[in-house]
């Protein structure tokens, strides 16, 4: 019974919201107000996922180690441990 009332619920709303809205953009100035704040919103966000790209995927050193880097080398030698326990744990 819930349920039922939830999902009518819902409907009811956006079918409310879709009248409500169609209505509101019969005017022209309206849909001109729409679209400019959606291109808005759509480079802020664009500006938003950029900068988080940037900050949480740091490659400056990708495809161009520096070989003064004796840590660096060091790891990349050792090679990852985590295929071979695997490979071991499936053998067994």
């Not at 819930?2 to 409500?20: E, M, R, Y």
């Not at 953009?25 to 664009?46: A, F, P």
Request: charged share 30%; hydrophobic share 30%.
């Amino acid at each position: 019974m819930k349920q039922k009332t939830l999902i009518s619920t819902v409907a009811v709303s956006t079918i409310g919201a879709g009248v409500v809205t169609s209505y509101w953009l019969k005017d022209k100035t309206n849909r001109q107000k729409v679209k400019g704040l959606i291109g808005r919103m759509k480079s802020e966000i664009s500006k938003i996922t950029n900068k988080k790209q940037l900050d949480s995927f740091p490659v400056d050193k990708a495809g161009n180690p520096d070989s003064k880097d004796i840590e660096d080398n060091k790891m990349v030698s050792e090679g990852s441990m985590y295929p071979v326990q695997y490979y071991d744990k499936k053998k067994k």
